[in-house]
């Protein structure tokens, strides 16, 4: 190298969240169907609070008219 010059080495240290989506995209390429998230984790939770509300609410509309009807 000439006199006068110098190299510096760069090297491009990714963000940590860049590090993370990056590591889940390599994850659910290698595990495919079996792959689980938070994401996908907290839609099956909200599902499942939905339904059980639904249940729930069905549940009392038949109490209240089998009560309705030994009246």
């Known amino acids: ?3 006068g010059i110098e190299c510096k080495r760069v090297t491009a240290v990714p963000e ?3 590090v993370a989506s ?5 994850t659910r390429d290698e595990f495919g169907r079996f792959y689980w998230d938070e994401r996908r984790e907290s839609e099956v939770r909200r599902s499942l609070v ?3 509300a ?3 609410e069905e549940r009392r ?3 209240k008219l ?3 009807k030994k009246s």
């Open 1 to 3: 190298m000439p006199p």
């Open 16 to 18: 940590k969240d860049q």
């Open 22 to 26: 990056f590591a889940k995209a390599i």
């Open 50 to 52: 939905s339904a059980m």
């Open 54 to 56: 639904r249940v729930k």
């Open 61 to 63: 509309a038949r109490a």
């Open 66 to 68: 089998a009560k309705q």
